[in-house]
């Protein structure tokens, strides 16, 4: 048999990518991850159970998961002309968009952003264009995103509302000036809608597309994603969609889920104040700038070339956080923790404490 030659076998575009890494987190307090850190009561969990126990798991899910689809768009306010597509996550319908753009395509967004715009854009092949944020305080830089719209004429641009990793709401009006500006898709991606109160869904018409997730509610480990668009747009991307990718227990519990909105909304309410209260904790501290954050995690900037260093300390008293500076730019000297509960955070905080005593 042949030896098999990967430099020839694989495209380039793959063969040049590194994997996404998720780092081990058994054995530590976890805020790495934008995670809901509250658990269901007892009761909740042994409804939700009795629901599955008729599961037919002998049969193919729903192939588009009509039911769930119905009571998201009942949740969402979202009119007769707006559809949903649902994903294994939002990772799969950002990867279903960019796999239906024409080869040579180019794709837009902000750097520093959700990094997974940027690695499917690259194993797919296509051209994808990050456009800086505004250092002083990680806005848009609106005359750089519009030269590059008419530079490049993205046929997507994709924009996190709040943004992942700093945290804020970029400016609406700017936003709603490059929605004018764009010729094509303007994907505005709302994973941090609930800690938010703030969101474009009301603006999905033409080419403005709205994305979601179920993950930073409490339910990460379903992977359910959705994004809402025009008939027209919705219906190019079922095209593409593989079948049965929403599976018969996801449906269920989600759909379970949405039935106790009340408890996600009590338990996103504590997050929000615990966020406010770990904010004034951290920007208390010596040579610690934490950024004002409308999502379930705060960045925060160290000591010039400490954060890795700080990282590691933190780390080595078993808190894990995510290490942001290698990605550079305006994440240089930057870590950013997630918003757990209150007994986490403060051992978050202490861990922070004692790294920089050191």
């Known amino acids: 048999m042949t030896k098999l030659n990967l430099q020839t076998l694989f495209r380039p575009e793959v063969l040049a990518l590194s994997a996404y890494h998720v780092a081990d987190a058994q054995g530590f307090i976890k805020l790495d991850a934008m995670e809901n850190p509250y658990t269901w009561s007892e009761d909740l969990k042994q409804s939700w159970l009795a629901k599955l126990k008729d599961a037919p798991l002998n049969r193919y899910p729903d192939p588009e998961a009509r039911e769930l689809t119905q009571t998201l768009k009942i949740s969402n306010q979202l009119p007769d002309n707006i559809d949903l597509l ?7 319908i950002i990867q279903l968009l960019l796999m239906a753009l024409p080869v ?12 997974m715009y940027k690695q ?6 296509l051209n994808y264009h990050g456009v800086s944020l505004r250092a002083d305080n990680f806005d848009l830089d609106l005359p750089a995103m519009l030269n590059a719209i008419e530079k490049y004429n993205p046929a997507i641009i994709f924009l996190a509302y709040p943004n992942n990793p700093t945290g804020n709401l970029f400016s609406s009006d700017a936003i709603n000036t490059i929605i004018d500006a764009a010729n094509g898709l303007v994907i505005i991606d709302e994973a941090y809608e609930p800690f938010a109160n703030a969101s474009f869904m009301n603006r999905v018409a ?3 597309l709205v994305m979601r997730t179920v993950s930073k509610l409490g339910l990460a480990g379903l992977r359910l994603g959705y994004i809402a668009g025009e008939h027209e ?4 991307l079922h095209k593409i969609r593989l079948p049965y990718n929403i599976n018969v227990l996801t449906q269920s519990s989600v759909q379970f889920a949405l039935e106790h909105k009340n408890v996600f909304e009590e338990q996103t309410r504590a997050i929000c104040a615990e966020r406010t209260v770990m904010l004034s904790a951290l920007n208390s501290l010596n040579g610690i700038t934490a950024y004002d954050s409308a999502a379930n995690f705060i960045l925060f900037k160290t000591p010039e070339n400490q ?9 080595a008293q078993g808190v894990l956080i995510k ?7 305006l994440l240089t000297d930057c870590l950013r923790v997630t918003v757990g509960t209150p007994e986490e955070n403060q051992a978050f905080l202490q861990a922070l404490k004692v790294a920089l005593s050191r």
Do not use: M, W
């Open 104 to 115: 040579n395509s180019h794709v837009l967004s902000t750097t520093p952003s959700f990094v």
């Open 233 to 236: 747009i919705i219906e190019q």
């Open 120 to 125: 499917i854009s690259d194993y797919l092949g």
């Open 323 to 329: 290490n942001v500076h290698p990605q550079g730019g």
């Open 206 to 208: 033409n080419n403005v």
């Open 307 to 315: 954060a890795t260093k700080i990282f590691e300390a933190i780390k």
């Open 86 to 92: 649902l994903g294994n996550g939002s990772d799969e």
